[in-house]
């Protein structure tokens, strides 16, 4: 089991930039693949980033490509995303989840086995 909670959302001008937290609980946090999607209103919840248990390997959509970074602590049981150049756009409900057992479909939200409650971000133009 794990248990997730998401941290460190909020109002940002556009160009701005934030840092989630996602403080997991429970000892298989170190062998999951950690990954953060979010929802708009209307609009189906989509993938943003993933990064494998080893922390090695990142994965990003195309559309934050370049202005997110993901980033884990096994030490904290924690994983961030920091956001740079924030666009409108990029308002949303974020979510971390974790895939318990991973396999090459990263972005496929079914494959992730817990969620986070979310956190708001709000970027204003």
């Known amino acids: 089991q794990v248990q997730l909670v998401e941290s460190g959302g909020g109002l940002v001008q556009a160009g701005g930039s934030l840092r989630l937290s996602c403080a997991a609980s429970?000892?298989?946090?170190?062998?999951?693949?950690m990954g953060w999607f979010r929802q708009a209103p209307g609009k189906e919840r989509e993938f943003v980033a993933a990064?494998?248990?080893?922390?090695?390997?990142?994965y990003y959509a195309e559309s934050v490509k370049g202005r997110f970074t993901i980033s884990r602590n096994d030490a904290k049981n924690t994983v961030y995303l920091q956001m740079n150049s924030l666009k409108p756009e990029d308002t949303a409900v974020y979510y971390c989840?974790?895939?318990?057992?991973?396999?090459?479909?990263?972005?496929?939200?079914?494959?992730?086995?817990?969620w986070g409650q979310g956190t708001q971000v709000t970027v204003s133009s």
């Open positions: 990064i494998s248990k080893s922390g090695s390997v990142t």
């Open positions: 429970g000892r298989t946090f170190s062998s999951a693949r």
């Open positions: 989840a974790a895939d318990e057992y991973p396999t090459d479909r990263v972005g496929i939200r079914s494959e992730y086995d817990y």
